[in-house]
């Protein structure tokens, strides 16, 4: 029985066959890539143009998956630049404590990056990772940057909104020559105790733009997406709705 011929996306996008959103497919520059949508590929856009960009979304909404994807466009291009991704490991409820966690710090700290590291995974193969991780592929915490200058390097700040203000302020004072950061997050998803003190996205929002949310600086963007981009399903839509 003859094999039938596997239709190419242009050919489905004639037809008007679906094409399922999360779909990848290896491209000849040497990562997988996927179709980002036109609100994607806006922030894809602004980050190219700018040295900072803000992101402050829903959850659902692939802003991470758009960033990492813009960032390996570069890194792949460019052999010199460095993916940078830092977080700080806030546990998810302030009274829920896990507890006390062994070994080495790289290892206290995995969980935490386990998302922005699959996401890698998917776009430059776990192999590729694997071989840059610690080299060219870092996972940081905010503690240890003090003192610290990022040359060359596409900086993710993933949510952002778990941070401390001055936090923010001391990580942004990074930024050094060849450098793009990108600050993600969700300024309604604080789940920390004593969370007041936290939210150095949205505080550093209120320092970078004006009410209209046009920017006070030169080089600095942000971007927003709605709830009717969120992706990861359609309850989603309607949890982010009702806790609103």
Known sequence: ????????????EKL??????????????GYNSFHLTESQKELANKINSNTLTFVDSVAGTGKTTAVLHTFVKEYVRDPSKQILVIRTPVEAGGLDKVGFLPNELSLKIEPHFASSKKILEQLLS???????LDHRIKFKIPNYEL?????????????????QPMIMKLL?????????????GDGTQLYASEAAKRNGLS???????????T?????????KFTVEEVQRSEIVKTVIRAYS
């Not at 029985?1 to 489905?12: D, I, L, N, W």
């Not at 008007?16 to 000849?28: L, M, S």
């Not at 920017?215 to 971007?223: E, I, Q």
């Open 126 to 132: 776990k192999g590729k990772v694997e071989t840059d």
């Open 147 to 163: 003192g610290a200058t990022w040359d060359n390097c596409l900086v993710l700040i993933d949510e952002g909104q778990q941070l």
């Open 215 to 223: 920017s006070k600086y030169p080089d600095v963007a942000m971007h």
């Open 203 to 213: 505080d550093a929002i209120k320092r970078f733009f004006n009410e209209d949310g």
């Open 1 to 12: 029985m003859a094999r039938s011929k596997r239709m190419t996306r242009s050919e489905k």
């Open 16 to 29: 008007n066959v679906p094409i399922r959103r999360n779909n990848t497919w290896q491209d000849h520059n």
């Open 172 to 184: 942004l004072e990074r930024i050094g020559i060849g450098t793009k950061v990108v600050v993600c």
